[in-house]
């Protein structure tokens, strides 16, 4: 059990938008800035959107981040098949005194 | 650039205990956290510890505090991660990140796969 609620999973056709989101709390997402990675099987999760909504350098603009209250969102516009991968938030947790994840979302692309 | 480089996979029995390190490069050891994270086959992240590479001050998580043991070696830049009376439900890949200002972690070593079985 996730202390980061994601949906198991989303879909869409190449060139739509998706959205994804992530519930948390007030000692998480509530007080603290949300992370993005994104990880391919067998390989190591990758940085995709940290301080809420910064893109590192090198991952395309199609992909934004936004943050509400105790929830936050993942939106992927001009969806690519490249993109079907799964998608993991975070948080640090000022109770727990430590990182807590969702349980990802694994995107597939029609 | 910036490269956490991990040890190689490890099979242990129930019981043993195991090591894995996380050896560093590109940028001064001291200046940054680093963090150890595990993924059980198919699941989803754990986080599970923070290191101070400068004065080696760590943070565990609850769970699995009294099992769990994170160390450096500031001469060579490596982070070790020592977890104890190893259970089935430890196989997972171990993964070390380094933390960045904004508490994210970036970027991520390979991974380290550990198999606990009898």
Same mark, same amino acid.
């Given at each position: 059990?996730?202390?980061?609620?994601?949906?198991?999973? #989303?879909?869409?056709?190449?060139?739509?938008?998706? #959205?994804?989101?992530?519930?948390?709390?007030?000692? &998480?997402?509530?007080? &603290?800035?949300?992370?993005?990675?994104?990880?391919?099987?067998?390989? #190591?999760?990758?940085?995709?959107?940290? &301080?809420? &909504?910064?893109?590192?350098?090198?991952?395309? %603009?199609?992909?934004?981040?936004?943050?509400?209250?105790?929830?936050?969102?993942?939106?992927?516009?001009?969806?690519?098949?490249?993109?079907?991968?799964?998608?993991?938030?975070?948080?640090?947790?000022?109770?727990?005194?430590? #990182?807590?994840?969702? %349980?990802?979302?694994?995107?597939?692309?029609? | 650039?910036?490269?956490?480089?991990? $040890?190689?996979?490890?099979?242990?029995?129930?019981?043993?205990? =195991?090591?894995? /390190?996380?050896?560093? $490069?590109?940028?001064?050891?001291?200046?940054?956290?680093?963090?150890?994270?595990?993924?059980?086959?198919?699941?989803?992240?754990?986080?599970?510890?923070?290191?101070?590479? /400068?004065?080696?001050?760590?943070?565990?998580?609850?769970?699995?505090?009294?099992?769990?043991?994170?160390?450096?070696?500031?001469?060579?830049?490596? =982070?070790?991660?020592?977890? /104890? $009376?190893?259970?089935?439900?430890?196989?997972?890949?171990?993964?070390?990140?380094?933390?960045?200002?904004?508490?994210?972690?970036?970027?991520?070593?390979?991974?380290?796969? =550990?198999?606990?079985? /009898?």
């Amino acid at each position: 059990q996730s202390v980061l609620t994601q949906p198991p999973s #989303a879909s869409g056709t190449p060139g739509q938008r998706v #959205a994804v989101s992530c519930s948390g709390s007030s000692s &998480n997402i509530g007080s &603290n800035t949300v992370t993005w990675y994104q990880q391919f099987p067998g390989t #190591a999760p990758k940085l995709l959107i940290y &301080n809420n &909504n910064q893109r590192p350098s090198g991952v395309p %603009g199609r992909f934004s981040g936004s943050k509400s209250g105790t929830s936050a969102s993942l939106a992927i516009s001009g969806l690519q098949s490249e993109d079907e991968a799964d998608y993991y938030c975070a948080a640090w947790d000022d109770s727990l005194d430590g #990182a807590v994840f969702g %349980g990802g979302t694994k995107l597939t692309v029609l | 650039q910036v490269q956490l480089v991990q $040890s190689g996979a490890e099979v242990k029995k129930p019981g043993s205990s =195991v090591r894995v /390190s996380c050896k560093t $490069s590109g940028y001064t050891f001291t200046s940054y956290l680093i963090n150890w994270v595990r993924q059980a086959p198919g699941q989803g992240l754990e986080w599970m510890a923070i290191i101070n590479p /400068s004065d080696g001050r760590t943070w565990y998580a609850q769970r699995l505090q009294g099992r769990l043991t994170v160390t450096r070696d500031r001469s060579t830049g490596t =982070v070790y991660m020592d977890l /104890s $009376s190893l259970k089935s439900e430890d196989t997972a890949i171990y993964y070390c990140a380094r933390l960045g200002a904004y508490r994210e972690f970036d970027p991520w070593g390979q991974g380290t796969l =550990v198999t606990v079985s /009898s």
